[in-house]
C-alpha cells in the first residue's frame, strides 16, 4: 500500500517562504507521476503544481506560476514543493498526490491514485 506523508507546512507572513515535502512508501516512487493539490477553508480542493518521473516536466496552476516550483527526489522518494513569495490567498491545507504512470508526463486532473493526509499553510497578512 502506497502511503504518503506531507510535512513542512506552518504560519508565515505574506511574502515568505515555505519548502513542503512529501515521502512516499510503499511502491516504485520513480514511476509515479506527482501532484500538489490544496483546499482552502469553504473551497474545493484544486491543483497546484505537476511532475514527471524524471523530473523533466512540470506544470503549474496559473495562481502559483512564478512563485512555487515543484521537484522530486527519486532517490529519498521525496516530493517538494518550493512556495516563494507566499500570499493570504494562499492558505489552505495542501496534499500530495500520486499516480501509478506508463511514461513522464504530468497529471493535474483530480484522478490521483494515492493521496497524503495534508499539511496547514496559512499565510497571514
Known amino acids: 500500500q502506497v502511503q504518503l506523508v506531507e510535512s513542512g507546512g506552518g504560519l508565515v507572513q505574506a511574502g515568505g517562504s515555505l519548502r513542503l515535502s512529501c515521502a512516499a512508501s510503499?511502491?516504485?516512487?520513480?514511476?509515479?507521476?506527482m501532484g500538489w493539490f490544496r483546499q482552502a477553508p469553504g473551497k474545493e480542493r484544486e491543483f497546484a503544481a505537476a511532475i514527471g518521473w524524471s523530473g523533466a516536466r512540470t506544470y503549474y496552476a496559473d495562481s502559483v506560476k512564478g512563485r512555487f516550483s515543484i521537484s522530486r527526489d527519486n532517490a529519498k522518494n521525496t516530493l517538494f514543493l518550493q512556495m516563494n513569495s507566499l500570499k493570504p490567498e494562499d492558505t489552505g491545507v495542501y496534499y500530495c498526490?500520486?499516480?501509478?504512470?506508463?511514461?513522464?508526463?504530468?497529471?493535474?486532473?483530480?484522478?490521483?491514485?494515492?493521496w497524503g493526509q495534508g499539511t496547514q499553510v496559512t499565510v497571514s497578512s
Open positions: 510503499g511502491g516504485t516512487f520513480r514511476r509515479f507521476a
Open positions: 498526490a500520486a499516480e501509478i504512470a506508463w511514461g513522464d508526463y504530468v497529471v493535474t486532473g483530480m484522478g490521483y491514485d494515492y
